[in-house]
């Protein structure tokens, strides 16, 4: 065990050099950078720019660097610590990060529970009565889910919402809670709001989830050592809890690595349509504007918590199943 | 003990006698399913599975009529009825006064309501516009080749068909949807191609030579799926030259889509050749003398190609609406070119929900593929397992 431990955190590190490296030259691939975008701003609204100022700027940014000193004056940063400095906002990349992300965390991880919340007894049910009406019928509702684009369901659930109940379920509290500090009347606030994007998101998810479970429970069911245990009289529930549905979850515990970044990042689309204070259309802004380090330090983040939540996952797996553990890898 | 316990021990022979010659006879069907190859058994499994069957219909009819939509569209794609601007979309009526005329239309008068601007176009219940078929219509250029005018069905002479309503340019919705499958339905095959070839080639690699080809892909994989999707779409596609044409971008999108989609299909090929590298039949093969580029083309590819058709019908439907989602953020498609995803996105006001749903429409064709290919790759994935009976 303690050998895989060590073999498998000696892979995560070449891992997170090529992310850092592939992070960098995604922000650099579009043409120009922040600064080239903030000047043609500046001679848009007339204002005569001065090549002094430029210059200064430029030195500011340390965009008159090359390439590879850019990448590793923010490499080093990172390592020790700090993120970066935003261009657009002027402030550290932590700051502009800071209340985002604990409302991404809060609004993914409802979506992530609601979604399990769902899709478990639905996808038990579905194995259990494969072929039944019941069977078809969730199946169907959970693939419309996911046909339906997430922005459009968004906008017609906003809309809908407003002429049926006459609330505004835009954004993630009610606008007098914005910008301020956290209290009892904000936190309620945030709660009434929550329900709208979790289920807007949720939908989409719950659709695989539904499928891999009910796919993985019917391989299981079908084996032998059901037939013996139903055989020997064990109560049906038992026969299903006890062994079948255990092994119909290896597959989702391997899923942790992915859950972990959509947690903080999951659901841009539907956050700039409802206009959530969460991380997605910060992030979609900050590539836009090319706003180098808060974009490239969050995605960083990102690709971090995958490579951990893998990591992770890993470890459960091998806890779990010894056959990974002797391996040495999860295979898929 | 006694005689009658005897008896147990006794065992049953058959008196009729035994011809060794004998052969069991087959019936012709049954012949004929023994000495079927894997894809016709896969072929018929498919038939049997009733919503894969029909799903594979739907689709061939939509990816067939890609090829006509000049044809098949009432109007041709860029005309404007500017004395149209977002009208609703008409009923087809048979029965005028209770007398059969044919499929027609009442002719529309224009007003506006003055409290919400919003044009108001009241059907006339005396004018009636008939539906003309295979007639002709509007001109186009047959794929950029050939001007014609020839529609399977148009608006009356000096009259109005908007079945699906009309956008803000009093552009028909029907015709621009029918345009914009072109777009949205091959978009997805341009870019699975992209991820099959680049999965098998990788994946295959990496699974039959092992060592440090494997493990280098690996990390390369996980590189690309420890990114969120979306920055990944956003960032390649903001790469895209501005200057480009609608059609470069088109595939340059293409591209973007497929060579983010392949880690998945990579990471297959390469778990189920570890596995089938070491049959006997692959032992037999190298022995032989065969060059690895045999032994993976001939000998291991064919034992999953199904597996892998079916993977790749499911994820098809990935791509189609990552078009949506990228042109809705404005860095996919744009304008000039009709797609669902560039109609949607003129769709994405709330105005649009509320004053003219109608254009919204664009989402209905865009469930029936995404349902229809998840349906068809469930199908294939059932029907591609010689293990169910």
């Given at each position: ?332 | ?128 516009e008939k539906i003309r078929f295979f007639c002709s219509g509007d001109p186009y250029e047959f794929w950029g080749l050939f001007e014609a005018d020839f529609h399977v069905m148009c608006p009356a002479e000096d009259g109005t068909l908007f079945l699906l309503g009309t956008d803000r340019l009093g552009r028909d ?165 009709t797609s669902w995803g560039v109609l949607l996105n003129e769709a994405q006001n709330i105005n649009a929900v509320a004053v003219y749903p109608w254009l919204m429409l664009p989402v209905v064709p865009v469930v029936i593929v995404v349902l229809a290919f998840n349906f068809l790759g469930d199908g294939l994935r ?8």
């Amino acid at each position: 065990m303690l050998t895989f431990l060590a073999r498998r955190l000696f892979v995560m590190m070449p891992t997170l050099f090529f992310i850092s490296v592939l992070v960098f030259v995604i922000i650099q691939l579009p043409p120009g950078d922040f600064l080239s975008t903030y000047l043609n701003e500046l001679q848009a609204q007339g204002e005569a720019v001065d090549p002094a100022k430029i210059a200064f700027l430029k030195q500011q940014y340390g965009l008159d660097q090359p390439i590879w000193q850019q990448y590793f004056d923010w490499a080093w940063g990172l390592l020790h610590g700090d993120l970066g400095f935003s261009f657009e906002y002027n402030l550290p990349v932590t700051e502009v990060v800071g209340d985002r992300l604990w409302l991404s965390v809060v609004l993914n991880f409802s979506t992530v529970l609601f979604i399990y919340i769902v899709s478990f007894p639905i996808g038990i049910y579905s194995a259990t009565r494969q072929y039944s009406w019941g069977d078809y019928g969730f199946t169907l509702l959970g693939f419309l889910g996911l046909a339906m684009p997430n922005f459009l369901f968004a906008l017609i659930l906003l809309y809908y919402a407003n002429v049926v109940f006459g609330t505004s379920i835009g954004g993630l509290m009610d606008p007098e809670f914005i910008n301020q500090g956290w209290s009892f009347a904000k936190v309620m606030s945030v709660a009434e709001h929550l329900w709208a994007p979790v289920l807007v998101i949720g939908t989409s998810g719950t659709a695989s989830m539904i499928r891999r479970l009910r796919a993985n429970l019917l391989d299981e069911l079908s084996k032998q050592y059901v037939v013996t245990a139903h055989a020997k009289g064990l109560s049906p529930v038992r026969v299903l809890f006890k062994y079948p549905l255990r092994m119909a979850l290896n597959p989702f515990i391997a899923d942790i690595g992915n859950i972990l970044p959509q947690v903080v990042s999951g659901s841009v689309l539907v956050s700039v349509v409802m206009s959530l204070p969460t991380t997605g259309p910060m992030l979609l802004a900050a590539l836009q504007s090319q706003d180098m380090y808060l974009a490239g330090s969050f995605l960083m983040f990102l690709a971090l918590l995958t490579v951990v939540g893998m990591f992770v996952s890993d470890l459960l797996l091998a806890w779990l199943d010894p056959r990974i553990r002797l391996q040495g890898g999860v295979s898929q | 003990m006694s005689r009658s316990d005897d008896k147990r021990n006794e065992h049953f022979i058959d008196t009729a006698p035994f011809d060794p010659w004998d052969r069991e006879e087959l019936t012709a069907a049954q012949e004929k399913y023994y000495l079927a190859s894997q894809w016709q058994l896969i072929w018929w499994r498919l038939k049997r599975h009733r919503l894969a069957y029909v799903s594979l219909i739907i689709l061939a009819i939509m990816y067939a009529s890609v090829f006509i939509v000049e044809i098949l569209a009432p109007y041709a794609q860029e005309t404007r009825n500017s004395e149209y601007i977002h009208h609703q979309p008409q009923a087809i009526h048979l029965f005028h006064d209770g007398k059969f005329v044919g499929p027609f239309t009442y002719g529309t008068d224009f007003s506006i309501d003055m409290e919400t601007l919003k044009p108001i176009y009241t059907p006339s219940d005396s004018r009636i516009e008939k539906i003309r078929f295979f007639c002709s219509g509007d001109p186009y250029e047959f794929w950029g080749l050939f001007e014609a005018d020839f529609h399977v069905m148009c608006p009356a002479e000096d009259g109005t068909l908007f079945l699906l309503g009309t956008d803000r340019l009093g552009r028909d919705m029907l015709s621009r949807m029918i345009y914009g499958a072109r777009v949205s339905l091959t978009i997805g095959l341009v870019g699975i191609a992209v991820s099959f070839i680049l999965g098998i080639l990788i994946g295959g690699a990496a699974g039959y030579y092992g060592g440090w080809v494997d493990a280098t892909a690996q990390r390369l994989i996980e590189v690309i799926r420890s990114m969120p999707e979306i920055p990944l779409w956003m960032a390649l596609s903001a790469a895209l030259p501005v200057t480009w044409s609608p059609v470069l971008i088109y595939f340059g999108i293409t591209i973007i889509l497929g060579l983010i989609d392949w880690t998945g299909l990579a990471r297959a090929v390469r778990s189920k050749l570890l596995a089938l590298r070491e049959e006997d039949y692959a032992l037999a093969a190298r022995l032989m003398g065969a060059k690895p580029k045999r032994i993976i083309a001939r000998h291991l590819l064919p034992n999953f190609a199904s597996h892998l058709i079916a993977s790749v019908t499911l994820s098809i439907p990935n791509m189609i609406l990552g078009e949506t989602a990228l042109s809705f953020l404005g860095l996919g498609l744009r304008a000039p070119v009709t797609s669902w995803g560039v109609l949607l996105n003129e769709a994405q006001n709330i105005n649009a929900v509320a004053v003219y749903p109608w254009l919204m429409l664009p989402v209905v064709p865009v469930v029936i593929v995404v349902l229809a290919f998840n349906f068809l790759g469930d199908g294939l994935r059932d029907a591609a397992d010689p293990y169910k009976n």
